[in-house]
């Protein structure tokens, strides 16, 4: 069985400074893909960034950059120059193999920029 | 281009009543998943399809929930018997067969009183 961990409940970040979401994974797949999703307080999932687990390079999205390190099993969120639209639940959420396939998500991280 | 849409947007019903959720998903996206999401937590899975038929049912929890999709378009999420627990946010998402993303709706917000 698949299984996402992320152990911040609530972060607190000064505008423009960098942010780094944790998240590690369980899985004995060995093809496998890791996604973060922003949830604003309307409740809409909007998709960041993407990794395969054969991807070779951490995947980055303008300021989002994904660190994967897949010996510890981690996947961490990082935000350059935090904006206050940034302000919202951050999930992390793994799927087996490739195409299509049901998402499996942690418990999320609520993530306050202060200005 | 048009993104997933998901209607209604809230529903208000009382227990023991039936629900439908609808959802559209992107046009020319082949899977179609729903998924539900409990105040404070992150979305479970319930049912995704390919095309018409379900792929992979295993998410819904019993037999008061059933989720068809006749044209391989639209999909309509069915919740008999309503209970207090069914309280939730009710995720819709599609993807092209052959892509990793999910592109995710704005939600049905359902509450059973």
């Known amino acids: 069985a698949q299984k996402i961990t992320q152990t911040q409940p609530g972060m607190f970040v000064q505008e423009k400074e960098a942010v780094t979401l944790d998240c590690t994974y369980d899985?004995?797949?060995?093809?496998?893909?890791l996604f973060w999703y922003k949830q604003p307080s309307s409740g809409e999932m909007i998709f960041l960034i993407y990794?395969?687990?054969?991807?070779?390079q951490n995947a980055t999205e303008g300021r989002y950059s994904l660190n994967f390190q897949k010996a510890r099993k981690s996947a961490n969120l990082v935000i350059s120059a935090s904006q206050l639209g940034d302000s919202a639940m951050y999930f992390c959420?793994?799927?087996?193999?490739?195409?299509?396939?049901?998402?499996?998500f942690g418990q999320g991280t609520r993530l306050t920029i202060n200005p | 281009g048009a993104g997933v849409s998901q209607t209604p947007s809230n529903k208000v019903t009382e227990k023991g009543k039936y629900v439908e959720l609808r959802c559209d998903p992107i046009?020319?996206?082949?899977?179609l998943y729903w998924y539900r999401q409990s105040l404070g937590q992150g979305p479970e899975f319930l049912i995704y399809?390919?095309?018409?038929?379900?792929?992979?049912d295993s998410g819904l929890p019993n037999d008061r929930f059933f989720a068809v999709r006749p044209e391989g378009s639209v999909s309509t999420l069915k919740i008999q018997r309503t209970e207090r627990g069914d309280s939730a946010m009710y995720l819709c998402?599609?993807?092209?067969?052959?892509?990793?993303?999910?592109?995710f709706g704005p939600g049905t917000r359902l509450l059973v009183l």
């Open positions: 899985t004995s797949d060995q093809s496998y893909g």
């Open positions: 959420a793994m799927k087996r193999g490739t195409g299509a396939q049901k998402l499996v």
């Open positions: 046009s020319g996206h082949t899977a």
């Open positions: 990794q395969g687990s054969y991807d070779e």
């Open positions: 998402a599609s993807s092209l067969d052959s892509q990793e993303t999910q592109y």
């Open positions: 399809f390919q095309g018409t038929g379900a792929a992979d």
